[in-house]
Structure formats: structure tokens, C-alpha cells
């Protein structure tokens, strides 16, 4: 394996500044992260560390960025609540370890069973929803600390009621150091998208601390933090039978955020997102940061984002953000024990607001009513059954869309009326129409597996061509005529004709409207053409008669 690594002076100057710029949101943000999954601000320093050296080195992704994520700790709270319900730091860390161990070894796994493709069964719209009920989840956890309240976490609702039941003891210095933070970093995403803001909101929160005795007047502060780089640490194989099931969730989550961020930012010269090796990659990444602490780590968007808008072309921004880790624990680790809490869940939860996004359910609404109702299902299931629960209703929900979209195919013809000219309107798959042989074709919402012989079509999912139609006794039509026609809607607007060979794939989706085909316009598809819907994200090419 190859590093993506740059070796150019410009290069080498552009990855610099990257990762420098990078550093200043990551560091803040993966001990923000650190203290939702209950463990401390330490640990997302390390995470920080060891997992961006070793995806740096063997992933295939250019700019990704590799460190803590707001999913990712959300379920590692959830699962290390289970493992370690006193809260003994101790124990916290081994639990921690082993279960970021488990994360790896199971994504290495994936790997070598070639199961990159699995990543593929959570939809888009179920992962919406998944991710905007993590999104409140997260909030109303962090929001104790704003206010400098402890409650007992026992499920969403019961949290909300028993904040509600506590608000008359917030502490109103911590209430005014929160918001002062909120503010801050809302003005600066507002003007300045994935700016370097939280690492001045925590030098402020720590200079504050430090010049009006925060902790002396009831701000809790982070407390100390060990002045040396990361210690081994062993898993113990005694809570693997505990921790497994929610590594399972965590492996999920970590490898579909890491896949989805790789080709979100990969530019159209950088070398292919492989997802098999992208399984092993991350899995080394976790499991050698389980040796040293980390907590489990994937893909992130915003970090991501940022190398790539300032510049940045290879993995050695992410080392760069590495060693900026290694010197803060080094060097700062002293400075960051004053930090109030408050000001880490500020940054906690304006950068996790975003994964609660109404446009997006209104998008899915208008595209698809089904597929809303199955985002609707997953953030309700995340609210109602608990984060790691969460995962296995969104996986249920996907596979479930995916069965009615291919069980309840909507078959309809687009061909040309006897007598006619032009293509007429869609009809449903009982239409009693008559149509010239060979000048009908079907078109499909949802997959489904047609087979049109030279007699006309048939809707088959079991159907097999036996050989190729033939025009005019003139032997077999090439296998480079066969064609694909593009999705017709209900109100018959026609659908455009693609030209494919080999066996053809039919996948799920919403079909896309499309101009009459001149083709089609001037007497329909020959007998042999093959007709499905080309959905979003898909590739279809048609064999000799049949998909």
C-alpha cells in the first residue's frame, strides 16, 4: 500500500498550513467528543493522534481526515454506560480500548470477507433520520453542562423531565460562560464556515478561567490532564462478550461516515475510494489507537472539509494535525485542565446541530413519501429505543424499503398507439391497450427484472432469455443495440434511451423525469430492447433482450 503522501516543497508548504488550520478545529472538537462519551478530554487528544498517523499511511482517500466524530462518541457513551455503570475512570479507559479494539478487528474482518458492500444497506433517508435524532440526543446531553446541573440519564423523555425538574439550580456563571461561547462560535460559523473558532473559544474559556478563579466561583473545569503522550494500554478480553454488540453498531457507523466523507471530498484527479481497503485502513487505524487509548474513530466531514478549503492535497496534513496533538499534550496538556466544561459542550453542540436538518426531510418528503416515513421510523426509533438500539431499527427500516421497492415494482408501457405517430402516455401494467409489435417498452419504478421477447413483454422476476430477438429474420441484433430506457412517470412524459451491453442490474429509487426519445418519438424501441429505470447512484447496462 501505497502513502498518500506529498513529498514537493509546494506541497509539502500547502499541507503544512492545512494541517496546522485543521488541527485548530479538530483538537477542540475530539476532547469535546472525549466528554460525551464520558471519558476524558485526554482521549480525544489521543485520538487525534494515533488513528490519523495510521490512515495517513495505508488509506486511499488523499484528504480524509481521521479522528473522533459526533456518531461515533454519542454510541460509545451509550455503550461504555453499559460496561461501566460507576463511572470508575479505570475502568472507563480499558473498556474503552476494548472496545475500540473490537471496532478494528471487526472492520479488518469486513475485509477480508469482502464486505464493503454492506455498507450500502442503511438508505440515505434512514441515515438522515438516524443522525438527526443522534443530533438531539447529543444536545439535550450536553445541556447540563451549560447550565452546571448533574442529572441521571435514563432514556431521552425521562432526561427532558428531569432537566425540567432541576432548572432552578443552574448556576448562572455557568450559564453566562456557556453562552458566551454559543455566541461566539454561531457568529463565527455564520461568517466563517469550519474556521479555526473553537480553538480561540477554548483559549478564551481557559484565560477566563484562569483570570476571574472560575473554579472557585462553581464552573466545573476539565480537570488534569497527564503531560505526556499516550501510555499502552491493554484491552481486556473479559468485556469482549459485553462490548461486542455495540462494536458491531460503532464498526457500521464508523466504516459508512468514513466511505461517505472519502468520496464526498475526493477531487476527480485523486485515486478511487476502494472500499475494502478503506475497512482495512480504518480498522488498523482503530485498532492500533486502542493500544494507546483512543476512543473508537472514523471519517469526519468537518474536518475534512477544512483541508480540503485551505488547500490541503495529501495525508501529510494529517500528520501535521498529529504532531500539532502531540505537542498540545506535551506542552498545553496544564493550560487545558482549567478549560470549563461549559465551553466544551458549547462547541459539543454547535457542531452536532447539523446533523439534525429539516431540509433535508423536506427534500426526502417531495422526492418520495415512503422513504420519509422511513427517515421519520429511524429518528424516532433513536429517540425512543436509545442510540445503539437506534442503529439496528435503521438497518431493519433499509432492508425493509428495499424489499417493498422490489415487491411492489410499478410497471408501465411506452410505446406507440396503432395508427399513431407519436409515443403515447404511460399505462399502467393491466392496461388492455393494444400496440404494434415490438414498439412497446416497459418502464419500471423500483427494481424489477423484465424479459420482452419479438411477441412483446412480459414482467418477470424469475425470467430467463433464451437467445436474442431477431429484426427482420436478419439473424440476432447486435448486443451494442440493446438499450436501456430511462424512468417514465405516471402521466406518460416519456423516458430517454441509453445504449449498454452485458447483463443488466435494475436498483430501487425514485424514477427521474426525462424528454420523449426522438427515437421512441418516431416508432418506439425495436423488439429486444429492455427497459428499466437508471436511479440515482446506479449503473445500468441491458443484455441481449432482458435486465
Known amino acids: 500500500m501505497t502513502p498518500n503522501l506529498g513529498l514537493s516543497s509546494s506541497t509539502l508548504r500547502a499541507d503544512a498550513i492545512a494541517g496546522l488550520t485543521a488541527a485548530a478545529v479538530v483538537l477542540p472538537k475530539a476532547m469535546a467528543y472525549a466528554t460525551v462519551a464520558g471519558l476524558s478530554v485526554s ?64 472492520l479488518i474482518g469486513a475485509s477480508v470477507l469482502r464486505l464493503g458492500f454492506l455498507a450500502n444497506f442503511i438508505s440515505t433517508p434512514v441515515l438522515t433520520g438516524f443522525k438527526a435524532g443522534i443530533g438531539l440526543v447529543i444536545v439535550l446531553d450536553q445541556v447540563p453542562k451549560l447550565v452546571g446541573i448533574h442529572i441521571t440519564k435514563r432514556g431521552f423523555f425521562h432526561d427532558i423531565a428531569s432537566l425540567a425538574q432541576h432548572v432552578p439550580e443552574a448556576s448562572l456563571i455557568t450559564v453566562a460562560v456557556a453562552a458566551a461561547a454559543l455566541v461566539a462560535l454561531l457568529v463565527a460559523e455564520r461568517l466563517k464556515p469550519h474556521s479555526s473558532a473553537p480553538l480561540f473559544v477554548v483559549a478564551a474559556g481557559i484565560a477566563a478561567s484562569w483570570f476571574f478563579s472560575l473554579p472557585a466561583s462553581g464552573v466545573a473545569t476539565v480537570g488534569t490532564i497527564p503531560q505526556a503522550l499516550p501510555a499502552l494500554t ?27 466523507a472519502g468520496r464526498a471530498f475526493a477531487a476527480p484527479a485523486d485515486p478511487p475510494i476502494t472500499a475494502n481497503r478503506e475497512l482495512v485502513a480504518t480498522g488498523a487505524a482503530n485498532l492500533s489507537g486502542a493500544l494507546f487509548g483512543a476512543m473508537p474513530a472514523g471519517g469526519g466531514t468537518s474536518q475534512t472539509a477544512v483541508v480540503r478549503a485551505v488547500g490541503g492535497r495529501t495525508q501529510t496534513a494529517s500528520l501535521v494535525t498529529a504532531a500539532a496533538a502531540a505537542a ?44 420519509f416515513t422511513w427517515a421519520i421510523a429511524a429518528f424516532a426509533g433513536v429517540l425512543i429505543f436509545g442510540t445503539l438500539q437506534g442503529i439496528m431499527v435503521a438497518i431493519v427500516l433499509s432492508l425493509i424499503g428495499l424489499s417493498s421497492q422490489v415487491v411492489n415494482s410499478k410497471v408501465y408501457v411506452i ?133
Open 43 to 106: 482521549v480525544g487528544l489521543y485520538t487525534a493522534f494515533v488513528p490519523l498517523i495510521v490512515y495517513a499511511l495505508i488509506g486511499t482517500s488523499r484528504v480524509l481526515s481521521v479522528s473522533s466524530t459526533t456518531t461515533l462518541a454519542i454510541l460509545t457513551g451509550a455503550q461504555l454506560g453499559l460496561a461501566v455503570p460507576d463511572g470508575d475512570p479505570v475502568k472507563l479507559t480499558v473498556a474503552a480500548a476494548t472496545l475500540t479494539a473490537l471496532t478494528g478487528v471487526l
Open 234 to 260: 491493554l484491552p481486556s478480553f473479559a468485556l469482549v462478550g459485553q462490548l461486542l454488540p455495540g462494536a458491531l453498531g460503532i464498526a457500521l457507523m464508523s466504516f459508512t461516515e468514513t466511505i461517505a
Open 415 to 547: 410505446g406507440r398507439k396503432r395508427g399513431g405517430r407519436r409515443a403515447a402516455a404511460a399505462f399502467a401494467r393491466k392496461s388492455r391497450r393494444r400496440y404494434l409489435r415490438g414498439a412497446a417498452d416497459p418502464a419500471t419504478r423500483g427494481a424489477v427484472v423484465l424479459c420482452q421477447c419479438a411477441a412483446g413483454w412480459r414482467p418477470d422476476p424469475r425470467a430467463r432469455c433464451r437467445a436474442p430477438p431477431q429484426r427482420g429474420g436478419a439473424g440476432p441484433e447486435p448486443r451494442s443495440r440493446h438499450r436501456i430506457l430511462g424512468p417514465a412517470d405516471a402521466g406518460g412524459r416519456g423516458a430517454t434511451l441509453h445504449r449498454g451491453g452485458g447483463h443488466g442490474l435494475a436498483g430501487g429509487g425514485e424514477p427521474q423525469r426525462a424528454g420523449v426519445h426522438p427515437r421512441l418519438a418516431a416508432g418506439g424501441a425495436g423488439p429486444g430492447a429492455a427497459a428499466v429505470q437508471r436511479p440515482r447512484g446506479h449503473h445500468e447496462v441491458s443484455g441481449p433482450g432482458c435486465v
Open 328 to 371: 498540545t499534550m506535551l506542552v498545553f496538556a496544564p493550560f487545558l485542565g482549567r478549560l470549563p466544561q461549559a465551553v466544551l459542550a458549547a462547541v459539543v453542540i454547535v457542531y452536532s446541530v447539523g446533523l439534525i436538518s429539516p431540509a433535508e426531510f423536506i427534500a426526502i418528503r417531495k422526492i418520495r413519501t415512503l422513504e
